[in-house]
């Protein structure tokens, strides 16, 4: 059995219900389905920038002060300089001296002549990758949203050095794809690259899981290049949990995901308007009267008087023009609205 | 791509998600989320610390052959627990489900408390909170100081570099709390403003540590005294350069001044040495011959005087010289006519006796008249004689004209010289005068423009150039600093400038405590989602619900809740009804019977100090007091001896002798000559142990009176008696009261009410709480505290 057979789907009142949140983004075309990730957890090296307000006081730590000093000078406050003296002193960017004085440590001091403000550390991180088939996958910032686990793949795989090399892509690609800029590198196991020597080999282990986020996709904008958006969907109660997309793609949104370039053949549509059809009880003749015409994502079903007829009569979500179509066999399928006219 | 059988299995199953139906089937290996969020966190290190030895090196070798290791090669079995994943601290789930069993224990550390006007138990209640590796339970009810013990706890936790969010249900308690703490100088607050609170609407001080209160004073204040600080700095450069300008101007004064003193100095020493040059001069020109050229007036003056003393001295000693000539011509003459006087008169004196037959006479008569001869040289001799005397006086004469001529001289020289230096003198007197003129004015200019230096670079030296060009170097690096700090002082502007864009979103990172309502904290858009609390205090924690409290618990990495368990309901004062609260979500509730529901009574029921059950038991049967201190059953009632004390033969001992069994005292029989006193203390002294039947299994370390106190019951009843048991310590009893349906209760059961303990006598805290463990079992978990209303003086009560 195919995964993507296995796994549900929206049904059409579900889409319908959808509409109002997705009508703010004006889509042009819409998917539901399931995309797979690579959860990707590896030790990273990460240099976090300070907080601006942090980087001014200890600037203003280049002259040893007192406390009190600081207070006279940066007026910001006795409470919040604690504060920002607490957090330079925990970074190691700043001492007490005994004579009370705050004084910049060599660390802070080159840190301050050198402009390279960040407190560096290691720590494991989680990275979403999503996966191409035999594509290499493609990094996907989805923030604290994660996918349900996916259990055991065939031919899963990953080459650690698709996030490695992540590190390595220009700040605008890393802002463009919402690569955290604060990982600076990956430890790999038996890595050399990095000035890791003190950590131990079983922290630089990365491991690799496939997860599975049902996202409903949509393209916004009207003039190219249009954004993809994925909004998270919960499964249980085919709601949308959140306004907010659980990730977007710029432009080259169709490279990242080439199966959506291709509109579903109109045998598709057949098919599923014929699914949709059979439990409103029209005959096979009634069906097969209809044309279809997808455009977008709305299904121009047209169709003679008394099919109309018919489905006023059933009081049939598709005479209100609330009824949706899935159409596709694979993990994720076109998505379209059904409008009825009369031939 | 196909998923295979083997989805849907969870090897890790208690890290795993509670998984939608749809996922249900496929539970995670790894995945490892929060209740309440969306946001996962890494498992590894907690699935390879939980896996055996063999297990990881199998891990480790699959990861570096492989380059990562895949979820499904992950040991099926390992127990991931919720605590594997956060070190060894206990969820709060865990601890609402089993309360005792996940407790670590809570080693006080001492804490310096800011608050002096908390009694010990308050204190203790303080440390206890610091210190509680999870969860602690402050309980008090209205009256007592718990805002007070609250604000003492959240300010210690801050200064520990604590990180605290503050919840409440209502905004009145959380307020209160928050006026407390918010000016420490180690606490930056934020209070979280509710959906339907209006900052116009707060209190001034509690508006003031709104967000946008904060971001507006940062932004404005901050600004205003950056352009102050950057005004401030500009000045300070400007005095400083007008300083740089003065001390140059100082330092070229100096130069001028040091030649005027030069100058005078010099004038000094020449007036000092002219007699000396005077005399030198007039030596030289004594030493030269009187005709070479004089060079001044001065010299030609001399010379003049000089040549006529020496024209004098050479006319008298040529003169002398002549006669010195002439006299020794004349003694020669003198000789001569001696001599030839001397010749003559023996040929006189030949010729006087005519004796002609000597030669002499014979020579005489060939010299012809010698008698006349001699007279002639005898008088020519008188002649020389007398020319002699006259040369000699003469150069007697001479001689002394010569000593006037030098006298003279002498004191013409010395007329000179003083005339000389008189003129000399005189020729200085100006110049001097010039100079010294100079040289004050010089000084005063000094002086002028030592005032016109700014009070950063004071100058008060008087000329010396070291000074100044120590004072100018000091100038120049108060420029140099004075430079750098209006930089920074710039800079510091100019970046405040920057970060006004940002520095809404900055705030937050360095508020150490946030104060909010539960509801209000759901929907900041800054703490909102924060789970990076060390300490969660919740105050009104009665009120809460176990979802309200699971949903707020998991920002935190530990838990203070302040509430009012059951215990408060005993003790309402007159017995009057709680008054009405606000519950959950604005719900009216009885405050008790909240309590009695919530969760926090529950923690309180299970985390309070205990008392376990006790064998013990008091009656009076046959006017004789029994005190049961082992508990049997009836069959073996056949085995109990009796047996009286050696020194005490009315005091009975019941021992219970079973076969092969140590014998065991279960009973004491007392006299009914015996108080309940005497026989207490008997027992005490004589078994070392302490046979109380509590009148309540609910107990609580309080303080009184400067006494430690344990109480055992809910009330104190007014007929309370105490019993010394050693020194410093005192166990309070009373005999219970008859039932409300008028029944009176049997005799002697006495109860115990409360036991203290004397500081004075060496009881404290510790020691009390040793002695308890030891004698009644009791069991501190070291998570409550129980708080209550001492010495409260009702408002309008004070004169």
Redesign the interface.
Known sequence: ???AA???FPSSRALAGWRGQLALFQPQRLWVGYL?FH???ALSRIVRPL???S??VL??L??ESTEDDLVH????????L???L??LH?AELAHLTPARNWRLSPRGRNAAQTDALGEERYE???YHFL?R?HRPPRFVHLG???G?????????T???ACLVACTREPAAWQQQHGFPREVRDIC???GDSLTDGDVP????????????L?VVLLEAGTTAPTRLLAFEV???AWSLPSASPVFSLAGDWSDALPELNEDPPSAAWQRAWRQWCSPQGLSEAEIDACRLEASGWCLRVSAPASVLNRLRDLRSDASRADAWLLAGEGLIRAVARIETHQR | ????Q????APLGEV??A?????SQ??????S?KPG?????????AI?RASSPEQ?QE??RL??HQ??????Q?PAAVPVTATSLDGARPSLTRLLREPQAALAPNHLTPVEINDTGLDGCERHAVALALSTPDLFLLNGGPDTRQTRVLAEIIIQAAAR?NRVLVLSVSTGALDSLLERVAD?????AVRCLGASEQPASLAPRIRSVTLPDRVR??QQ??DS??A??CAEAEERCRQHRNDEQTFTALSALCEEMQRAEEEIRRLHDTVERIGDDVAAALAHLEGTSPASAAADAFADEFKALLNAHRATLAALDGEAGQLQERIKLGRQLRADQDETMQALRPLIEARARRRFWTATWWRALRHGDVARRLATIEIEREQTLKQLADWEDRVQLLSQQRREALAAYDGQRSDFVQLQVARRLQELALPEQQAQERLSGLRARWQALCASLSDACPHHGTGDGAGVDAALARCREQIEQSA?DLA??R??AA??D??AR??EA??P????VVAATIAALARDPHFGRRTDFDLLVLEEAHSMSEAELLTVGARARRWIMAGAAGQVEASSPGGQPLARQPGPRGRMVHANVAARNSVFQRLWQHLQCELPALPYEWWLERNRLHCRLRIFSPEQQRYVERETLADRPDVELHILTLPRSQPVLTAVVFPCSMSIAQAKQCIYDEIDELAAVPASTSVRWTEEAGQLVLELGAASPPDLMDVELTRGVREWIAEPRGKANGSAPPRGRWLTHRITFEPSAGWDRERAQQWAQRLLNLRDTGRTAYLHAPNRVPEGAHP
């Open positions: 059995m195919s995964l296995s796994l549900d797979l959860r990707v957890e907080p601006q307000l980087v001014l600037r203003a280049a002259r000078r940066l007026q910001i406050g006795r409470q919040l604690r504060r920002i607490h957090g925990q494991r991180r989680l996966d088939g604290e949203h994660g349900l686990p996916a259990g055991t793949v065939d031919g899963w990953f080459d650690p790999t196991p038996g080999d079983w922290q630089k282990v990365i491991l690799d899981q496939p997860e599975r049902c919960q499964p249980i | 791509m196909a998923m295979n083997t989805e849907g299995q795993a998600t998984a939608p139906p749809l996922a496929e539970r995670a290996p790894f995945s989320r969020e969306g946001r996962c966190i890494p498992v590894w290190e390879y990881q891990l480790l990861a570096q380059g990562l290791l895949y979820g499904h992950l570099g420490h100088p180690d606490i930056w004073q940062l204040e901050t005294a950056a102050a600080a750098r920074a002082a800079r510091w970046d405040l920057q970060l940002h520095v900055q705030v990172d360095y508020v150490n």
